[in-house]
């Protein structure tokens, strides 16, 4: 069966310092994995995609995400964090069928 | 704008009287879906079109109805709610009907509450 896990209720961070938001998967076949952004009172936003190639992939707002097939992973990542980083993070992986099965989301805090 | 618009954002309501959330989208998008939002539990799938008068359902389809007679639209309709319906639900759609290798676009989000 298809499914994302995101191990982390809530990432706490300090500005300015490195952040990562860890996702690991389950899907036949190769994945196709997406992170997502939710800003409060608002819907969600396509941050970034892995659909094959490169095992770094860059996204909008200076974030990354690493591939790492043998470890079922694509965490979220981003070299300096920023305030208006702090937002709820979604992980999704593509199931055979098409759907996005999506992950229960991580709070990121950073702070000042 | 490229937008998905979702009305009302905000409802209240009492169980058992049926309502009715619109959801639209202006990039002539293929696929449109719905789904809601649960402290804990992620984005849970309720249905999901591929394409106009094609409708199929989702992860957690009881109590809910869609229709897609326009491509631009995808109503989500609770016939009866009940307090187990009190969520966040967000319309989406996406350009990829059958092979989804794109992004999904979202709503703003409709915050129902079933007393």
């Known amino acids: 069966a298809q499914s994302v896990a995101q191990p982390e209720d809530q990432v706490n961070v300090a500005e300015g310092n490195p952040l990562t938001v860890k996702c690991t998967y389950s899907v036949s076949g190769n994945p196709y994995l997406f992170w997502y952004v939710q800003y409060p009172n608002r819907g969600l936003q396509f941050l970034l995609k892995y659909i094959t190639g490169d095992n770094l992939v860059k996204g909008s707002y200076g974030f990354e995400a690493e591939f790492n097939k043998s470890q079922t992973s694509f965490h979220l990542k981003k070299p300096s964090a920023l305030v208006s980083d702090s937002a709820l993070y979604f992980c999704?992986?593509?199931?055979?069928?098409?759907?996005?099965?999506f992950g229960q989301g991580t709070t990121l805090q950073v702070k000042p | 704008e490229a937008q998905v618009t979702q009305n009302p954002r905000y409802l209240i309501t009492v169980t058992g009287k049926k309502l009715t959330v619109t959801c639209s989208q202006n990039?002539?998008?293929?696929?449109m879906s719905w789904y809601r939002q649960d402290p804990g539990l992620g984005l849970r799938q309720i249905y999901y079109s591929m394409n106009v008068e094609v409708t199929d359902k989702g992860d957690v389809p009881e109590g809910y109805k869609v229709s897609r007679k326009e491509k631009r639209n995808f109503p989500l309709i609770l016939e009866s709610p009940s307090p187990n319906q009190t969520s966040l639900y967000f319309c989406?759609?996406?350009?990829?009907?059958?092979?989804?290798?794109?992004?999904?676009?979202f709503g703003e989000g409709s915050r129902l509450t079933v007393l």
């Open positions: 999704a992986v593509r199931a055979p069928t098409g759907k996005l099965i």
């Open positions: 990039m002539n998008h293929e696929y």
């Open positions: 989406a759609s996406s350009l990829d009907g059958l092979v989804f290798t794109g992004e999904l676009f």
